[in-house]
């Protein structure tokens, strides 16, 4: 039976000797929008290639729909890719571009004209198929691009940072355009992005890689909530997780002290063993810290920085006796706060994580908050 799933199984490339996939093994469930984010060279794109069979696995097995295609040609392996260019066809209208495979196929014109149509009414496209390329907004080329795609009804959906080269507005028009395509058709879809934006709106599932390598995967906002080590706590989320180093004092059965410059702080048991004297790191999102008076927070400093966005404010506070980075608070956008103003910031312990000197989590509080 055809179930449109990608199963990777301890896929590895390496480019003359050098080794960019290390050993990835991953499932892509049919209908999943599964997302790929990474720093530059961590390896999305190259693994993103391997299942379009544009690269050929050093070693390793590649499934689609239930047929080995490690080494099958790009064309046999019922994929369709959208690029971050557009590459359409300059001379060609938008009917012309989105049927072009259908005509190499042989198919007959007035079947081709059929699903063409269709597939513009879906992307909205029906009143520009007699238009150029460069009659149409960058918007409008994207959507061209991922009709293309849609009219061969693939197997599974490839998409290579496709928004890329839009505008910021234009990005955040496709995006919710790109997402209800998804909610409509149900396609298997892998997606490459480096926007931490588009990873946690479009993906029913994030997959975090660096250096060649699977950091961690699951649901955006299981990765934003418990992440499984330093690195993905502070690539996953805008602005990212604060990182203060700290040294564990000891826990009980219901809480953990850890020990800092400006003292000790007490946080809810986390489900890990605590070894009292090892250096760790503490983790605080800038939601999980707020605003108190003198005497009633754990942490203290001075602002050096206001970002003002309207509905929001992110103030960079610089705590006193930390070489750390200036940590980031988010605040509602009406506060008053000025540059050097003397804070007195207050922890929510529930949302806070800790990770060990390896950098790996020591567990994660109980969540006893609803979070949805």
């Not at 299942?51 to 019922?78: C, D, M, Q, W």
């Not at 028009?173 to 997606?191: C, D």
């Not at 007490?266 to 004297?277: D, F, H, I, S, Y």
């Not at 008053?336 to 994580?353: N, W």
Request: aromatic share 4%.
């Amino acid at each position: 039976m055809n179930t449109s799933r990608v199963i990777l199984d301890q896929v590895t490339k390496s480019f003359s000797g050098h080794d960019v996939i290390k050993g990835v093994s991953l499932e892509v469930k049919k209908g999943e929008l599964v997302v790929f984010v990474g720093p530059s060279g961590c390896g999305k794109s190259t693994l993103l290639r391997l299942i379009a069979g544009l690269e050929t696995p050093t070693s390793g097995r590649i499934e689609i729909a239930g047929e080995n295609v490690t080494y099958a040609h790009p064309s046999k392996r019922g994929v369709a890719m959208v690029f971050q260019s557009y590459a359409l066809y300059p001379h060609m209208t938008v009917e012309d571009n989105i049927g072009f495979a259908l005509r190499i196929k042989g198919m007959p014109r007035a079947e081709i004209k059929l699903k063409v149509r269709a597939v513009a009414e879906t992307l909205q496209l029906g009143h520009l198929l007699h238009r150029l390329p460069k009659a149409l907004s960058g918007g409008q080329r994207q959507r061209v691009a991922i009709g293309r795609a849609m009219v061969r009804e693939p197997d599974v959906f490839l998409f290579d940072e496709p928004l890329s080269n839009l505008d910021a507005s234009l990005r955040g028009q496709m995006r919710v355009e790109i997402a209800g395509l998804h909610a409509r058709l149900g396609a298997t879809s892998v997606y490459v992005t480096h926007d931490q934006v588009e990873a946690m709106t479009l993906a029913d599932k994030i997959v975090v890689l660096n250096g060649g390598r699977i950091e961690q995967a699951g649901p955006p906002m299981e990765l934003y909530r418990r992440p499984a080590n330093l690195f993905v706590a502070t690539f996953i989320g805008s602005p990212g997780m604060n990182i203060l180093p700290v040294t564990l004092a000891g826990a009980d059965r219901d809480q953990v002290t850890v020990n800092t410059t400006q003292g000790p702080i007490t946080l809810p048991r986390v489900n890990a063993r605590v070894v009292a004297g090892a250096e760790a790191s503490l983790g605080l999102r800038p939601e999980s810290l707020s605003l108190t008076t003198a005497g009633q927070g754990q942490l203290s400093g001075y602002v050096n920085l206001i970002e003002r966005l309207g509905g929001e404010t992110f103030a960079y506070v610089a705590l006193k006796g930390f070489e750390a980075p200036p940590i980031i608070v988010r605040l509602d956008g009406e506060v008053d706060l000025r540059v050097h103003d003397e804070v007195h910031l207050a922890i929510d312990g529930q949302r806070a994580h800790l990770f060990g000197a390896d950098g790996l989590a020591l567990g994660h509080a109980p969540d006893t908050k609803e979070r949805d």
